[in-house]
């Protein structure tokens, strides 16, 4: 029972070990007196120069309304069903080519809005968008 009782003598050590702190912070200082005059020996690469201004062409945008109607409106002019084809290879035709917006109206059938897709897609228009509005307040 003698080992299991505690001697009088053994006290709690309080103090931090430093001996691996130390040994720590001598490898580290080690590693750096070598990689510093690995650092100073560097080859200098000159860079191709680069202008940073933004493009000064801006696409234009064509705006393409679908009434509730079911007529076509690109721009401000009203259009015919024949001629919207014709209008929008005129326009995927120019450099840059512009997006197209298609807004329309809340009570138009969706075949109206699908064969505008269709016709622009055929035409060659790469950007298309959409334009909405916000619901009104009651």
Same mark, same amino acid.
Do not use: S, Y
């Given at each position: 029972m003698a080992g299991f009782i505690a001697d009088e003598h053994d006290e709690v050590m309080s103090e931090i070990n430093m001996v691996p702190f130390i040994d720590v912070m001598l490898v580290l200082l080690i590693i750096f007196i070598i990689t510093v005059p690995v650092m100073k020996h560097a080859v200098?690469? +000159? *860079?191709?120069? =680069? =202008?940073? +201004? !933004? +493009?000064?062409? !801006?696409? +234009?945008?064509? *705006?393409? =309304?679908?009434q509730a109607d079911g007529s076509y409106v690109l721009g401000e002019e009203k259009i015919a069903d024949d001629q919207l084809g014709a209008r929008l290879q005129a326009a995927a035709r120019q450099q840059p080519q512009p997006d197209l917006h298609i807004r329309g109206d809340r009570d138009v059938r969706y075949e109206r809005v699908a064969q505008a897709m269709a016709a622009a897609q055929q035409a060659g228009l790469g950007k298309i968008g959409f334009v909405t509005e916000p619901p009104r307040a009651p």
């Open positions: 200098n690469v +000159e *860079l191709p120069r =680069a =202008a940073n +201004e !933004k +493009e000064q062409i !801006k696409p +234009e945008t064509v *705006l393409l =309304a679908v």
